[in-house]
């Protein structure tokens, strides 16, 4: 059973920074892509960041591509997004999801963590 656990959201001020963990097990990221996705008030899932189950690959939703970086422990526990340089229309609530498919669509992720909010205030 995949369990995803997710922590480190917050309210922060624009230009801060937040890291965000996704707590599985070594099973879960050896054998599935994982990626965040948020979804604001009123919106949809917006996809965020994606690293692959080998660690070898990731990929980045353009609004975030040079702020944001995802990555894995060496241990293999727990993925990582770093959010840089945070705006407003980066609010949202965050999940940590994992997917057999390397895809950046929501529906193909059948796993999802319970999400923690971020909140970044002007």
């Known amino acids: 059973q995949v369990q995803l656990v997710e922590s480190g959201g917050g309210l922060v001020q624009v230009g801060e920074s937040l890291r965000l963990s996704c707590a599985a097990s070594?099973?879960?990221?050896?054998?599935?892509?994982i990626a965040w996705f948020r979804q604001a008030p009123g919106k949809e899932h917006e996809f965020v960041a994606l690293i692959t189950r080998t660690g070898g690959t990731t990929s980045y939703a353009d609004s975030v591509k040079g702020r944001f970086t995802i990555s894995r422990d060496s241990g293999g526990n727990t993925v990582y997004l770093q959010m840089n340089s945070l705006k407003p229309e980066d609010t949202a609530v965050y999940y940590c999801?994992?997917?057999?498919?390397?895809?950046?669509?929501?529906?193909?992720?059948?796993?999802w963590g319970q999400g923690t909010q971020v909140t970044v205030s002007s």
């Open positions: 070594r099973y879960t990221f050896s054998n599935y892509h």
């Open positions: 999801t994992a997917s057999y498919a390397y895809s950046t669509r929501g529906a193909d992720y059948g796993y």
